[in-house]
T-cell receptor, first 113, second 109 residues
Framework: EPEVTQTPSHQVTQMGQEVILRCVPI?????FYWYRQILGQKVEFLVS????????KSEIFDDQFSVERPDGSNFTLKIRSTKLEDSAMYFC???????????FGPGTRLLVL | RKEVEQDPGPFNVPEGATVAFNCTYS??????FFWYRQDCRKEPKLLMS???SGNEDGRFTAQLNRASQYISLLIRDSKLSDSATYLC??????????FGKGTLLTVNP
């Protein structure tokens, strides 16, 4: 069964640094998402992406964040000038269509020191 | 009212028990509903979709009551492997998935 993959599995960075989290969505899926989960808290929506543009974003997804689909397979989340509170598990996800179930990648655990 | 609210838990049950999880949602225009499970430090995985007519998948039964804006999940004959956090997920009119905080289930031998 096809799966969403993410790299790296863990990332440690210093406050103020930039990080890029990478994802390869399921190949026939058209909608891509980033979610995050701070330890002990619920999964939170960050952004959805379709047809090479952002379709929806949450209040969390401010100017510090950006997404890109640089080629036909990768989907990236860039976090500029990281803050301590950005420490979380970041999940990439994809779906065939809007409103259908979403498949999640294994996540990247980001720790900002 | 929170967008998606679940039983806070945790639930501790013996093997073979029946356990029910409840979830309410605030947006009456919500379109789709799912139950996901999440193991510790892992990604959420789809358990089942929830349909208005109710649906069953083996030991799992999901119900939806649109009038009451209420979703439930029933697990019969619980197994040790059912131990996980169960997440209620609601898709709004903007197609955004909103997660509940989850209910932790521990099935004991």
């Amino acid at each position: 069964e096809p799966e969403v993959t993410q790299t790296p599995s863990h990332q440690v960075t210093q406050m103020g640094q930039e990080v890029i989290l990478r994802c390869v969505p399921i190949s026939n899926h058209l909608y891509f998402y980033w979610y995050r989960q701070i330890l002990g808290q619920k999964v939170e929506f960050l952004v959805s992406f379709y047809n090479n543009e952002i379709s929806e974003k949450s209040e969390i997804f401010d100017d510090q964040f950006s997404v890109e689909r640089p080629d036909g397979s990768n989907f990236t989340l860039k976090i500029r000038s990281t803050k301590l509170e950005d420490s979380a598990m970041y999940f990439c996800a994809s779906s065939e269509a809007q409103g259908t179930s979403v498949g999640f990648g294994p996540g990247t655990r980001l720790l900002v020191l | 009212r929170k967008e998606v609210e679940q039983d806070p838990g945790p639930f501790n049950v013996p093997e073979g028990a029946t356990v029910a999880f409840n979830c309410t949602y605030s947006n009456s225009a919500s379109q789709s509903f799912f139950w996901y499970r999440q193991d510790c430090r892992k990604e959420p995985k789809l358990l089942m979709s929830v349909y208005s007519s109710g649906n069953e998948d083996g030991r799992f039964t999901a119900q939806l009551n649109r009038a009451s804006q209420y979703i439930s999940l029933l697990i019969r004959d619980s197994k040790l492997s059912d131990s996980a956090t169960y997440l209620c997920v609601v898709v709004g009119s903007n197609y955004k998935l909103t997660f509940g905080k989850g209910t932790l289930l521990t099935v004991n031998p």
